[in-house]
């Protein structure tokens, strides 16, 4: 770990090896079996999900990179200067660069479940914008994440980027939110990208890429299980599947299990039907009123919301009033 970089380590490698499991068999010993989506993201996993970002079907982050570049000059006189900017769920750290570089940012904090991954993306921005006070937390951040006293004194704009807004369900998204609004202090500000309502086609196309890479990416969970897990399973029983459930308006992953099968897990047995899955992530969809609404009702307010010419992707910036 550079020197550069102030790391502050709230997912201790034992606590959250207790932790997964505890998930996980809890997830498996219900019906529908279901897995967390933040299980998705080991240091591979973390790797792939850049890998999905590149593929053409993937709107998602390019729509976000280019309405962030376009309106990145309007964001900053909306933000002020002399800022501490706290990216959350900071991943590889691309998108953030687009305002470190345009934006007047004293203070980062970068904020991710994969400690590996999160170590060498603030150690890259700590080299390469030596000017910049680096911090990172290793934290899971659907949780109450306590934020460094050293940057809470100041304006703080915190980013969420990616739409992953959408891997909660509405009711953990308002809970979400209400729990960013307490913790900044009056006078912040939250940037967030929403992905919007669209056909289904587009919306499976980019979780169903051709090159297999979502698909890697989803298998990935059960190599974790073999490996930290001590799982006995063939991996090759299951295929990935991704889907727009028109209901609920959400993409759906799923791994099915392509045959009738018994998987032992950290000492425990689970019956499979061919064709049963588990359910390891949603990705919600909103209209831009719905999701402000969603924002409101969290006590932040709408200040400005910014979408591409298709209408694919929003990101918004919400302001905490006090």
Not at 71 to 81: F, H, N, P, Y
Not at 120 to 136: G, R
Not at 149 to 169: H, K, Q, W
Request: glycine residues 8%; contains cysteine; negative net charge.
């Amino acid at each position: 770990m550079t020197t550069a970089v102030h790391f502050y380590d709230h997912e201790p490698t034992e606590a959250y090896s207790l932790s997964m499991r505890e998930d996980i068999l809890k997830g498996l010993r219900g019906r529908p079996k279901v897995s967390s989506p933040k299980y998705l993201y080991d240091q591979y996993g973390s790797v792939l999900f850049e890998e999905i970002c590149r593929q053409p079907e993937y709107y998602l982050s390019r729509t976000e990179e280019a309405i962030l570049a376009s309106v990145v000059d309007e964001i900053g006189e909306l933000a002020g200067e002399q800022l501490s900017l706290i990216d959350i769920g900071s991943g590889a750290s691309r998108k953030i660069r687009l305002l470190l570089e345009q934006m007047s940012i004293s203070n980062y904090l970068g904020v991710d479940i994969s400690r590996d991954f999160l170590i060498e993306s603030t150690s890259k921005l700590a080299t390469d914008y030596p000017w910049l006070n680096v911090h990172a937390i290793c934290a899971d951040f659907s949780k109450r994440i306590p934020f460094p006293v050293e940057l809470t004194d100041g304006r703080i704009v915190a980013f969420f980027p990616g739409s992953s807004i959408g891997n909660f369900t509405p009711a953990e998204a308002s809970a979400f939110l209400a729990g960013i609004y307490h913790a900044l202090p009056p006078g912040s500000a939250l940037l967030i990208g929403v992905d919007l309502i669209k056909d289904p086609s587009t919306l499976e196309a980019a979780y169903n890429d051709a090159a297999g890479i979502t698909a890697l990416f989803n298998l990935n969970l059960l190599t974790r299980l073999e490996t930290e897990l001590d799982a006995q399973l063939d991996s090759g029983r299951f295929f990935h599947r991704a889907f727009f459930n028109e209901k609920h308006s959400r993409i759906e992953m799923h791994l099915v299990s392509t045959v009738e099968q018994v998987v032992a897990i950290a000492g425990e047995t689970f019956q499979f039907r061919e064709g049963e899955s588990i359910h390891t992530e949603n990705s919600y969809k909103y209209s831009i009123e719905g999701f402000q609404t969603l924002a409101q009702r969290s006590g932040f307010t709408c200040r400005k919301v910014w979408t591409d010419g298709c209408g694919y992707f929003s990101v918004h910036y919400l302001e905490h009033q006090g």
